[in-house]
C-alpha cells in the first residue's frame, strides 16, 4: 500500500526507538538509502507518496534495523571515519568513533619539534583500512601499508583508497600479521582483536551478529595479539618511530606490562570521549 514520506517516517521513528539514538535521522536514512531521496528532498516535500514496492523495500530495510538490530553501517554498507566515507563489507571490521582516538594520539606525538611527519605508515589488521586512510589524509607526504588476513577485506580497503583519491599512497598485502612485513615503518597502528573468547558471546547484539569473530578473538585472555605485536614490531620499527595500539576496557596495565618485557617504553596514554584508556603509544630506544 502506498504511503505519505511523513507517515512512514513517523511509523519507523516509532519502531527505531528502542535501538535507535537519532531515530527519526536513521528513518530518513532508510529513505535516501533506499529511494535515492535525499534529506533535503524529504524536508522539503514531506507529503510525496512512496509508492508500494518502495515502501516494501523499506519495510525490509526497517526490519533489519529494528527487529534484527543490524547496525545501520551495515545496512548502508558505509561508515564515516575520521571525516572519511568508507564502505565496510563482508568481514570488514565496522570502525568506531573510539578507534579515532589513535588517530588523534599520533597527530600529537608527531607535531611537536622532536618528530618529522610520518612518511611509512603500517597499519596490522588494517580492515577497511579506517587507520591508515586517516593518517594518510593528515600525511600527504606518507606511503602507507595495511595489512590483513582477509583477501576481500583487502579489496574493500583498496576500493576506500582509491575513492578516497588515496590509492598512489597506500598499498595492502594479505599477510599473517607481521610475520611477512619487510622494511622500516616511522608509525606503526594497530586495532587488533582484543575480546577475551569467552566474552564474545556476551557482546551487545549488535556487535557479536554482525562483526567476523575474527576480528574480534583476543585469546583467551584478550592480549594475543598485544603480545604477537610487541614481540614483532620492533624489527619493523624505524629508530625513533612510534607503536599506537588501540586498547579494550581495562588493559592499559596488562599491555604496558607486556611492553616492558619486549623492551617498549611508554610514550601517551590517550582517553576515548568516555574516559576510558583507549590508545597507547610506545617506542624502543
Known amino acids: 500500500m502506498a504511503i505519505r514520506l511523513q ?50 523495500a523499506l519495510d525490509a530495510l526497517l526490519h533489519r534495523r529494528a527487529e534484527r538490530q543490524e547496525p ?6 558505509r561508515r564515516e571515519f575520521w571525516g572519511l566515507l568508507l564502505e565496510i563489507d563482508g568481514a570488514t571490521l565496522d570502525p568506531r568513533p573510539d578507534t579515532e582516538t589513535l588517530v ?11 618528530r618529522s611527519p610520518p612518511l ?30 582477509d583477501s576481500d577485506t583487502l579489496a574493500t580497503a583498496t576500493r576506500n583508497a582509491a575513492r578516497l583519491g588515496l590509492g598512489g599512497r597506500a598499498r595492502f598485502e594479505v599477510g599473517d600479521w607481521l610475520s611477512e612485513v619487510s622494511g622500516r615503518f616511522d608509525l606503526i597502528v594497530s586495532n587488533p582483536p582484543y575480546i577475551p573468547t569467552e566474552d564474545l558471546a556476551g557482546l551487545d547484539r549488535a556487535v557479536r551478529d554482525f ?12 592480549l594475543a595479539f598485544y603480545a604477537r ?49 583507549r590508545a597507547m603509544a610506545l617506542t624502543q630506544p
Do not use: K, M
Request: aromatic content about 4%.
Open 7 to 56: 507517515d512512514w517516517l513517523s511509523r519507523a521513528t516509532q519502531a527505531l526507538t528502542p535501538v535507535a539514538e537519532q531515530p527519526r535521522s536513521e528513518a530518513r536514512r532508510l529513505v535516501e538509502a533506499a529511494l535515492d531521496w535525499p534529506v533535503a528532498r524529504q524536508l522539503a516535500d514531506p507529503d510525496q507518496i512512496i509508492d508500494a514496492a518502495s515502501v516494501e
Open 72 to 77: 545501520l553501517s551495515r545496512i548502508l554498507g
Open 104 to 114: 588523534e594520539l599520533a597527530l600529537d606525538l608527531f607535531s611537536g619539534p622532536e
Open 120 to 149: 611509512q605508515i603500517l597499519d596490522l589488521g588494517t580492515g577497511s583500512g579506517a587507520l591508515l586512510l586517516a593518517l594518510l589524509s593528515e600525511y600527504p607526504e606518507a606511503q602507507g601499508l595495511g595489512v590483513d588476513q
Open 211 to 222: 562483526d567476523d569473530p575474527l576480528a574480534l578473538d583476543g585469546g583467551a585472555d584478550g
Open 229 to 277: 605485536t610487541l614481540r614483532e614490531a620492533g624489527r619493523c620499527l624505524a629508530p625513533g618511530g612510534v607503536l599506537i595500539l588501540e586498547l579494550g576496557i581495562g588493559q592499559a596495565d596488562s599491555v604496558q606490562a607486556l611492553g616492558r618485557e619486549s623492551g617498549w617504553s611508554l610514550l601517551s596514554l590517550r582517553d576515548d570521549l568516555a574516559g576510558i584508556p
